[in-house]
């Protein structure tokens, strides 16, 4: 019981080890975009989403799923900070403000 | 047309500093433009400085000087009025020369 | 995976609007005082570098290290700008197609000028900048427009800014509440984080002066575009007050805006608002 315990814990943590679909590919990729296009809106895009979306799509392009997906899932965090920095600054600019 | 060369020269009795601006875009030959194409080395070979007929500044260069190159240095000897002759040859055979009044 | 993703989406707008609930009786309460901003602007730096006179902050990085000051002081001499002063000069009275100069579009034929820009258009409500009116000029005489980042621009720009060597800036906000609105915006992109590195022209101009990025020694933000447009030994060449901006978005990995858009324009107009009375030290040379 114990080691299938230990089994079943092993495989839930090592959700990266199973491949990646072009379908998880994908979604994620959307996601990613969805924030981003979002950021731009706000008129605060980081250049650091973009080109880790190309570097996505660069992987994507070339087959491999795994690396694409976590690429993608990456960019989607890097454009929701981006998000989060537009809209906090919002009022956290006067902190900085000389009085 | 005007001259690529801006010079300076002024004595101070036993000392003559002279400066010098010269407009030329020393393309190194490495530099790739924006459609990474490299873009072709043009750049000034020879630099010479002269005065009373003899070289007191002689310059070989390579592609590793900036664009638009400043150049600044003293020599002994030297009175005011005299003429001093600069001039330049690049690696493309162009060549420029100006002579200026120490002052 | 998606439920946990909208539910950190929910968590992080959960936090700003909170955020925001806090803090707007604060900002209904804050009326906008550029003449009081001004005032404290100075006073901050003139405290901070008490060795200094006024005119010298226009000088950035020049005046906070003495070993580049020396530098800075002979080549002045010789300054790598004259050429891009001398070309400029040179388009300035070229005729257009049609015959007309930009003499014939600026105040004094363009002539020590330049310390009136940007100034605030009522009639458009926004903020022109000298590069603005520039390209304006050129359309209005069935020119092409030049590019905001380009050695052209910066060559026109650097001979008017040499023409107004000297003279105190003098930028205006009239009584006018577009006015005093482009103003604060330009203060608030100025103090906002922006980009990966999360920095905030503040960040550099206004916490850190004097001190190192890298290399390169920090300029402070009082008078810092009054020694625009700059020969930067960093580009090889004469670059724009519009350049420098963008370039400065990408090095803290923010995606610029396009030249000249209204963040630009707004945060120019704000510098050199609380720059008023400092000299206009451009072109300038920097490293």
Sequence with gaps: MKIRLVLLAALLTAGSAFAASEADYKAAYAAAEAANKEAGALRNQWTTTASTLAAAKKAADAGDFDKATAAAKEAEALAKASIFQATSEKTLWKDLEIR | MASTIRVRATNNGDITEVQALIQHPMDSGFVKDSKGELIPAHFIQQLTFEHDGKPVFLADWGGGISKDPYVKFAFKGGKKGDELKVSWVDNKGATDSTTAKIG | MMKLGSAIRLGFCALALAALAFALPAIAADKVDPVADAKAFKKFFYDKFPKLKPEDFVNGPYSMDEGLHKQWVEKEQFPPYEFAVEAGK????????????????????????????????????????????????????????????????????????????????????????????????????????????????????????????????????????????????????MGTTSRRFVTCNSQVRGVPFNPQDDEYRNVEYYLSYVANGLPISGPGARP
């Design chain 3, 90 to 237: 040179e388009m300035f009275t070229k005729p257009f197609k049609n015959g007309k100069t930009y003499e014939d579009c600026f105040p004094n034929k363009g002539i020590g000028i330049r310390q009136n820009y940007p100034y605030f258009d009522e009639k458009e409500g926004k903020v022109i900048t000298l590069e603005l009116a520039l390209n304006r000029c050129r359309e209005a005489n069935g020119e092409a427009p030049y590019s905001y980042v380009k050695d052209e621009m910066a060559s026109l720009t650097a001979y008017m800014a040499y023409t107004s060597r000297g003279k105190p800036m003098d930028i205006k906000i009239p009584d006018d509440p577009r006015a005093l609105a482009a103003y604060e915006q330009g203060k608030e992109y100025f103090y906002s984080r922006r980009g990966q590195l999360n920095f905030s022209c503040a960040t550099c101009h206004v916490q850190s002066p004097g001190e190192r990025v890298r290399t390169e020694v920090l300029a402070p933000a009082l008078g810092i575009v009054n020694a625009m447009p700059i020969y930067r030994s960093e580009w090889s060449g």
